[in-house]
C-alpha cells in the first residue's frame, strides 16, 4: 500500500515561509512518478500548485504561485519539497501531494482537479494571516 505524508504545514504572517515534505512509503520512489502538490479551501475546488515530472524533472507551477514557490525533491530522502516563500493570505488551505499511476504530463497533471489520481496524502494545513 503505498503511503504519501504530508508535512511541514503552520501559521505564517503574510510575507512569511514554509517549506512542505512529502515523503513516500517504502517501495515507491518518488523520483520515478510525476508528484504534484494540490491544495483545496473548504467550499472550493482542488487546484494544483505545482507538479514534478519523474522521468525529465519538468517542473510546473500555477500562475498564482509563480515566483514564490519552488518544487524539488531529494532522491536519498525520497521526497519531494515544496518551498513557499513570500505567502499570502489567498495561500491559505490544506496543501496535499498526490501522484497518479497513469503517465501523463505534469501540465496535465496539474491542470487537473487531480480527484482521479491514485495516492494522495492526509493533507496539511497552511495559514497565511496576520
Known amino acids: 500500500q503505498v503511503e504519501l505524508v504530508e508535512s511541514g504545514g503552520g501559521s505564517v504572517q503574510p510575507g512569511g515561509s514554509l517549506r512542505l515534505s512529502c515523503a513516500a512509503s517504502?517501495?515507491?520512489?518518488?523520483?520515478?512518478?510525476?508528484i504534484g502538490w494540490f491544495r483545496q479551501v473548504p467550499g472550493k475546488e482542488r487546484e494544483g500548485v505545482s507538479c514534478i515530472s519523474g522521468s525529465d524533472d519538468t517542473t510546473v507551477y500555477a500562475d498564482s504561485v509563480k515566483g514564490r514557490f519552488t518544487i524539488s525533491r531529494d532522491s536519498d530522502k525520497n521526497t519531494v519539497y515544496l518551498q513557499m516563500n513570500s505567502l499570502k493570505p489567498e495561500d491559505t488551505a490544506v496543501y496535499y501531494c498526490?501522484?497518479?499511476?497513469?503517465?501523463?504530463?505534469?501540465?496535465?497533471?496539474?491542470?487537473?482537479?487531480?480527484?482521479?489520481?491514485?495516492?494522495w496524502g492526509q493533507g496539511t494545513q497552511v495559514t497565511v494571516s496576520s
Open positions: 498526490t501522484s497518479p499511476i497513469v503517465a501523463m504530463t505534469v501540465q496535465t497533471m496539474c491542470n487537473s482537479r487531480g480527484y482521479e489520481y491514485d495516492y
Open positions: 517504502d517501495g515507491f520512489i518518488l523520483h520515478r512518478h510525476n
